[in-house]
T-cell receptor, first 113, second 109 residues
Framework: ETGVTQSPTHLIKTRGQQVTLRCSSQ?????VSWYQQALGQGPQFIFQ???????GRGNFPPRFSGLQFPNYSSELNVNALELDDSALYLCASNSEPSTDTQYFGPGTRLTVL | GIQVEQSPPDLILQEGANSTLRCNFS?????LQWFHQNPWGQLINLFY???GTKQNGRLSATTVATERYSLLYISSSQTTDSGVYFCAVPKTSYDKVIFGPGTSLSVIP
């Protein structure tokens, strides 16, 4: 069983640029959630995708957008990067939105200069 | 919305010691998870425990849903237990998870 993978592992961007982060869900999982974790804080929910549709969104502006593909992999896109977007971005998958356990990927560490 | 608190915020243990981490939540939940985040950022599921008690090796967890708290016990701590422990509860019935602020644990040899 393949776990959740994310790419890239690290990324450096400058303010105003755009970034795309990628996530491959665990085999058999059709639900992907994205989280932002600032330094020293707990992860904060950005949004969830279930069968290619957005299935809930946290308190993040529209410049945070996402996609889920037919193979259930997912992308997180952030436009007009700000310094405060610097964080660890985590992706998690589960087999259905209502199942108990989410499995997390290793994260992408984004630095905005 | 639901509030999640964890205590203590920081903990330093001598290797071999035992500890108890606490998670309080402000509303009834049908799901609670404990995670360990290692120093490299990887989040690992420890327990899914909406109620009752579970054990996995040196770790065990108890959730008293009626009193809105959960406890994570670590016995005979090892240096590899170091990291941040989070409890997390669902925001809605669709398991969009809210994380507590975490307990940062350092186990020293």
């Amino acid at each position: 069983e393949t776990g959740v993978t994310q790419s890239p592992t690290h990324l450096i961007k400058t303010r105003g640029q755009q970034v795309t982060l990628r996530c491959s869900s665990q085999s058999g999982h059709n639900t992907v959630s994205w989280y932002q974790q600032a330094l020293g804080q707990g992860p904060q929910f950005i949004f969830q995708y279930y069968r290619e549709e957005e299935n809930g969104r946290g308190n993040f502006p529209p410049r945070f957008s996402g996609l889920q593909f037919p193979n259930y992999s997912s992308e997180l896109n952030v436009n007009a990067l700000e310094l405060d977007d610097s964080a660890l971005y985590l992706c998690a998958s589960n087999s259905e939105p209502s199942t108990d356990t989410q499995y997390f990927g290793p994260g992408t560490r984004l630095t905005v200069l | 919305g639901i509030q999640v608190e964890q205590s203590p915020p920081d903990l330093i243990l001598q290797e071999g010691a035992n500890s108890t981490l606490r998670c309080n939540f402000s509303d009834s939940v049908n799901n609670l998870q404990w995670f360990h985040q290692n120093p490299w950022g990887q989040l690992i599921n420890l327990f899914y425990i909406p109620s009752g008690t579970k054990q996995n090796g040196r770790l065990s967890a108890t959730t008293v849903a009626t009193e809105r708290y959960s406890l994570l016990y670590i016995s005979s701590s090892q240096t590899t237990d170091s990291g941040v422990y989070f409890c997390a509860v669902p925001k809605t019935s669709y398991d969009k998870v809210i994380f507590g602020p975490g307990t940062s644990l350092s186990v020293i040899p």
